[in-house]
């Protein structure tokens, strides 16, 4: 079956603008994940999505990211007035009901604030 | 600091060698998980250790855990240059997300 995917893979903005980024998770899965990699570093945890219940907002840096869930599947992250300090690759991933067994990545989004 | 720090952060071997990578942590887990990651894209599991488990292969992949020293290795077996890639560790900490570590770069050389 179809994997995790995410759009678009890479995004290059201007200082200043918003930018929206897309997760489409694998069918069934229950939860949903962003995380940001900045260049040669780990995974820096963002948000997560469970079901119908509120999500986890404990990672977001700061109140320019939000990102919300429609309907339990399509995900967006959504960057206000962006920032160099942005730039990274945005990784979504998800998983079945919740558990922390396996998480299943999509390709990630790099993004580039110049 | 970081929940998962790996060791070492670069490596460099031969075709055929092992390649051993270790990941300390700090606080008491659920379960720890090994990923790679080629080109700085998309992560793929590799394994996953319960607290209560010392050791688990699959394939080529040993990992092993030790608890009371708050620590893990992973060990790439006959190592082969599709094996180059960054590798991190994951903790669940019974948080609803995984912790990753800053990963360890591994390069095998034909």
């Known amino acids: 079956g179809a994997g995790v995917s995410q759009s678009p893979s890479n995004k290059v903005t201007e200082k200043g603008k918003d930018v929206e980024l897309r997760c489409d998770p694998i069918s069934g899965h229950t939860a949903l994940y962003w995380y940001r990699q900045s260049l040669g570093q780990g995974l820096e945890f963002l948000i997560y999505?469970?079901?119908?219940?509120?999500?986890?907002k404990s990672g977001l840096p700061s109140d320019r990211f939000s990102a919300e869930r429609t309907g339990g599947s399509v995900s967006t992250l959504t960057i206000q007035r962006t920032q160099q300090e942005d730039s990274a690759v945005y990784l979504c991933a998800s998983s079945p009901e919740g558990s922390t067994d396996t998480q299943y990545f999509g390709p990630g989004t790099r993004l580039t604030v110049l | 600091s970081q929940q998962g720090e790996e060791d070492p952060q670069a490596l460099s071997i031969q075709e055929g060698e092992n390649a051993t990578m270790n990941c300390s942590y700090k606080?008491?887990?659920?379960?720890l998980q090994w990923y790679r990651q080629n080109s700085g894209r998309g992560l793929v599991h590799l394994i996953l250790i319960r607290s209560n488990e010392r050791e688990k292969h699959s394939g080529r992949l040993r990992v092993t855990l030790d608890t009371s020293k708050k620590s893990s290795s992973l060990l790439i077996t006959a190592s082969r240059a599709a094996d180059t890639a960054s590798y991190f560790c994951?903790?669940?900490?019974?948080?609803?997300?995984?912790?990753f570590g800053s990963g360890t770069r591994l390069q095998v050389q034909p």
């Open positions: 606080t008491s887990i659920n379960n």
């Open positions: 999505f469970q079901g119908n219940s509120a999500p986890d």
């Open positions: 994951a903790t669940d900490t019974g948080r609803r997300a995984l912790t």
